[in-house]
């Protein structure tokens, strides 16, 4: 062919960007490559409408499916299902133990193949504290998602893109649906914001969380009118400096678990660079996570059985409900071991006002640990 339809072939083998209508022209302004979003969706139809489109979908479904259930064989379901949704939807997990696993990051649009056939071996396969309807919900949501070209999922679609951040932090909310906070959840007996911080939170978002708290009116014991929390921080400086400002905020991280000696409770994904192939479904932060999870479910059990009580012959249909539900029988245990949570937090909470460097907040942090873990693990023996 002549260089110029090679080059023509070339140049629009995946996104041109050179190609671009009015309406693209005003909603890129608005919405961040939502000229490469569209392209990308026209390109990727096109080739799944094409000649090899028949075996790319067949394939893209086997390797899915033949993936899913060699994690699932090597890790457990249990350990499997600890891998957050938003990383098995975009990526191949490659498990190296029973914890440990690789994630290859798959090509937008395209992704939704192997999610198909992940979604059919999980129903088959997985834990069964996930409904096939929730799984199936979450397949379609992604495959919204994955064609949308204004990005976002749910009420941040409509939004520009410069308020993103604004909106996430509001939701307590990043794009992975994963908090990016820890919540004040008494309105009546606030607590300091830079007290409220992850573990994974950075030492100088920590510093300036103190300073801000301070120099707007707040003491040591009583919040100011500003009184961000350092995961808010964290948050709004790599939002501001994008995957640079992130990364260095890794190293950051990273550096001060080394010198301190915590090394082995940073989470995988705050690994610079090393975070985005590699990571590890065990750890205090995972635990965590499917705690608060956990504890939703079983409230949401609990407002069930409460309703279903409230109707004529409730006693009758509560009873049937708990009977073929085994998670709803958890409700006291997950209230008991709240209440535990609760009180220990109580302690910490004063023990950190009178010295934030006590030995003995360890002591408190590992039994929180130790009862996050403990609900965890009966919601799974009952799954």
């Given at each position: ?11 629009n ?8 209508g ?5 909603a890129?302004?608005?919405?961040a ?10 390109r990727?139809?096109?080739?799944l ?10 394939s ?10 060699m ?6 379901e ?53 409904s096939a ?22 009420v ?21 649906g ?6 004040d959840?008494n ?9 409220r911080?992850?573990d ?10 103190e ?6 009116g707040?003491t040591d ?12 921080l964290?948050?709004?400086f ?14 950051e991280?990273s ?7 915590n090394?082995?409770?940073?989470p995988?994904?705050?690994i ?13 932060s995972?635990?965590r996570g499917l705690y608060?999870?956990n ?55 004063k ?17 929180i ?15």
């Open positions: 062919m002549s260089d110029a339809k090679a080059a023509s072939i070339a140049k083998i995946s996104v041109n960007f050179n190609r671009k009015s309406i693209t022209t005003k890129g302004a608005y919405f490559f939502f000229n490469a979003a569209v392209q990308g969706t026209a990727t139809v096109e080739t409408r094409g000649p090899k489109g028949k075996q790319l979908i067949a893209g479904v086997g390797i899915g499916a033949a993936m899913t259930a994690a699932i064989a090597a890790m457990g249990d350990e499997y299902e600890k891998i957050p949704e938003f990383v098995r939807e975009r990526s191949l997990i490659i498990p190296l133990g029973d914890a440990d696993y690789v994630a290859i990051p798959m090509p937008l649009g395209f992704h939704i193949l192997p999610n198909i056939g992940r979604k059919a071996v999980e129903i088959a396969m997985g834990s069964n504290r996930i309807t929730e799984r199936m919900a979450q397949l379609a949501g992604s495959t919204v998602s994955a064609f949308n070209p204004l990005g976002g999922n749910g941040d679609t409509f939004v520009p893109t410069v308020l993103d951040p604004v909106v996430a932090l509001w939701r307590n909310k990043d794009w992975t994963r908090a990016i906070y820890k919540e959840f309105s009546l007996d606030p607590t300091l914001g830079f007290t911080k992850k994974t939170a950075s030492g100088i978002s920590s510093t300036l969380a300073f801000i708290n301070k120099a707007s707040g014991y009583k919040q100011g009118i500003m009184s961000p929390t350092p995961d808010q964290d948050y709004a790599g939002a501001v400096f994008g995957g640079t400002g992130r990364e260095a905020l890794k190293f991280q550096a001060e678990a080394l010198m301190t000696g090394l082995a409770e940073l995988a994904h705050k610079p660079l090393v975070g985005r192939l590699y990571g590890k479904a065990e750890g205090p995972v635990e608060y999870e504890l939703k479910r079983l409230n949401e059990h609990e407002a069930e059985i409460a309703g279903l009580r409230s109707e004529q012959g409730g006693a009758a249909k509560a009873a049937k409900y708990i009977w073929e539900t085994p998670e709803a029988r958890l409700v006291p245990q997950g209230k008991a071991i709240e209440k535990i949570i609760d009180g220990l937090m109580r302690r910490r909470k023990l950190k006002a009178t010295n934030p460097n006590a030995p003995g907040l360890r002591i408190i942090e590992q039994r640990e130790f009862q996050q873990k403990r609900l965890n693990d009966l919601v799974a023996a009952a799954a």
